[in-house]
């Protein structure tokens, strides 16, 4: 479990979320696979999309939502 999560929070908080991060392996499991699905998905491109004036505005967009959903898999790990 990464700091992040009880960064700040009074004690009492603190133990309840951890707590709940450790009860909550199976669906932070799934969301996992969720998110790794969704990078596969954005991360397929077609051949007409290189012929799009706006691909590498595409292509930007598409490693800053993979960067994102990577960040959220590093947060659901224990």
Do not use: N
Not at 4 to 22: C, N, S
Not at 37 to 48: E, V, Y
């Amino acid at each position: 479990m990464k700091t992040t999560w009880t960064k700040g929070l009074e004690p009492d908080q603190h133990d309840k979320i951890k707590g709940a991060f450790k009860s909550s392996a199976e669906v932070r499991a799934r969301l996992t696979d969720i998110c790794e699905d969704k990078i596969a998905t954005a991360m397929s491109t077609h051949k007409s999309q290189y012929d799009s004036p706006s691909w590498p505005y595409e292509q930007a967009d598409t490693v800053g939502y993979r960067r994102a959903l990577e960040e959220i898999i590093s947060l659901l790990d224990k």
